[in-house]
DNA sequence: TTAATTTGGTGCAAATATGCGGAATTGATT
DNA sequence: AATCAATTCCGCATATTTGCACCAAATTAA
């Protein structure tokens, strides 16, 4: 997942409970006791997906809200006191976002977490794969970093031509689905060049070839095109399963 | 196709000659002559495509790219002059977003409109059949992954060839009708492509094959075509159940 | 019932797709 | 001009898919 929450509540037991939960699974999550920092660290650092109370000391959850609102889409849950604030929320267009009220379950917070997250990956299409502040994006054991243009494999540096850096990137970016030929040549190669079918096929296998030892490998979708998995046990370097 | 699309170009000629090829292939077109008024038209009612130039009174495209991009996930194509913006296109991650450098030819951008919007369907499929969050549409213990192009059968996969994966994808979407085999043939190998008529039941048969051991069946209807149906006792109404 | 038509199954050959090694080309740098 | 790296092109071996012929089985009509 590798996806970065941040969870404004004046209640330490609640935030830590919270933390806890998400972090187990592997979300990274950052607590604050007000919603003013919360929104100081979001303007210099946004994150994922953000969870505010709204009864908290200083501005409240709603004025938070409304701050983030004015520069970002970002997810935000927010969690409201048993019935006082039913109204409020009722009468306000909470958008896209969710609420929750207290005392609640982590374990469906968790999973509406994961939801929530799962339609914005959706809505922001190929961007399932969140780039840090650094540039970096990884797969596997590969990392690249889009500032530098450099790559590493278990840590090694590893060398990519340009060609091989745009695939691998292009691959990586849109891990979760099947990318066909003609779209690689689209993005990779640009529309009006006009070159052989095959030159994919070629980065392909000079990429393939790379990143032999690592665990992702390039899986061949028969009569259609090309994706990025991880490498299972049984593959070595077994030929591919290639379901069209 | 009515598909509609917003064009942003300060030059008149332009405008109006990109909306006369794409007004040919029936494409519905909105000019603008800055990217302002488009961002405006375009967050009070979204189109299916649109065309930005970089250089534009007001904010340029570059900015009026990232404005959408914070609502939308609409694909948008990029007009840059040939040498001035190159660099600044290659300091760019333009993501899932294509650019043509002026001049261009009209013809190739309109393939350029087209691949686009076809790739679009394609990722975010047009089926009317009820799909999950991730992509999935389903029939009895059948799912079908239109983003990794995969299929399992009661949760093992299960390869599918090009035309079998297209058809039944194509059964599976239209579950509540009976399908003629000119329409398949229509659908699934396209009105060009000079084929017997039989080629239909050839990959139905290789795909009832694959099947025959789920929850699923292709009923026959004779004179007709085919229909998706549950496999099940009763069902002799559509045909006979002799299957396994 | 028989005859005509439609559909299903087997097998095969043609067409197509893919992977790979290596040669040719391009482009930048000495 | 020579060199080197990157990319593209070429050709072949292999694997897979697909269309079609042929015949058997099923369905309808008479």
Redesign the interface.
């Known amino acids: 997942m590798d996806k970065l929450i941040y969870i404004a509540d004046d209640d330490d037991n609640i935030r830590n409970l919270l933390k806890s939960f998400l972090e187990r699974e592997n979300f990274r999550c950052i607590g604050f006791p007000t919603g003013d920092a919360l929104l100081e660290q979001y303007s210099n650092s946004p994150c994922d997906l953000v969870i505010l109370d709204v009864m908290m000391p200083g501005h409240d959850g709603f004025y938070i809200l409304r701050e983030i609102r004015k520069t970002?889409?970002v997810p935000i849950i927010m969690l409201t006191a048993k019935d006082s604030d039913a109204d409020y929320i009722q009468g306000l267009d909470l958008g896209s976002d969710d609420y929750f009220t207290k005392p609640f379950s982590p374990v469906k917070l968790v999973s509406k977490v994961k939801?929530v997250l799962?339609?914005q990956e959706?809505?922001?299409?190929?961007?399932s794969v969140k780039e840090t502040d650094d540039g970096l994006i990884s797969f596997a054991d590969i990392v690249i970093n889009?500032k530098t243009k450099e790559a590493t494999l278990g840590g090694e540096p590893f060398p990519l031509t340009p060609n091989e850096y745009a695939l691998l990137t292009y691959l990586i970016?849109n891990r979760?689905?099947?990318i066909?030929r003609?779209?690689l040549l689209?993005?990779i190669w640009g529309?009006?060049t006009q070159v052989e079918t095959r030159v994919a096929d070629d980065t392909v296998k000079r990429l393939r070839k790379k990143i032999s030892h690592s665990g992702a490998r390039i899986s061949t979708?028969?009569?259609?095109g090309f994706?990025l998995v991880m490498r299972s046990a049984e593959d070595g370097a077994e030929g591919d399963?290639?379901?069209?």
């Open positions: 970002s889409n939801s799962k339609r959706e809505i922001t299409g190929k961007t889009r970016s979760d689905r099947a066909s003609t779209e689209d993005k529309y009006e979708i028969w009569g259609y994706r399963d290639s379901e069209d």
